[in-house]
């Protein structure tokens, strides 16, 4: 989705997905930044360097890390999740602006939803696979 602003920047989104995490990226021309919710993004990662270094990985991978502000809404499950969501819509984003960012996104597995999720319970088991203990007698 390519949506024009009143300062008539060219704004690119994405939709990233982890878990029970979403994260709704836009992509802005600018100097960088990465506002998560109303908040820096340090600040809103508690400033680990894992969260952050694993969000701005597509951004690296392309050379355009100090060229684009990154505007993230997210919600649901935890840092984690939502750190994965952000490269994800970050990618997908990064994808819908140049076309051509698809192969070497998709060779480093930027492009890919990692379907991994939480298995449900089980009637008769205590979580999804764990059972009561087994008595001989």
Do not use: H, W
Request: charged residues 25%; aromatic residues 8%; positive net charge.
């Amino acid at each position: 989705m390519t949506t024009l602003t009143k300062n008539s920047k060219i704004i690119y989104a994405g939709t990233g997905r982890r878990k029970t995490s979403i994260a709704r990226v836009k992509l802005v021309p600018g100097s960088g930044k990465l506002i998560i919710n109303g908040l820096p993004g340090e600040s809103y990662l508690q400033f680990s360097p894992n969260y952050l270094r694993v969000s701005y990985s597509p951004l690296k991978i392309l050379g355009l890390n100090k060229e684009y502000d990154i505007y993230v809404k997210t919600e649901g499950g935890g840092l984690t999740g939502q750190a994965n969501a952000i490269r994800l819509g970050l990618a997908r984003a990064l994808c819908r602006m140049n076309p051509d960012n698809r192969t070497t996104l998709k060779a480093e597995g930027f492009l890919t939803r990692d379907a991994r999720i939480k298995e449900r319970k089980k009637y008769g088991l205590r979580k999804a696979r764990k059972a009561p203990q087994y008595s001989k007698r």
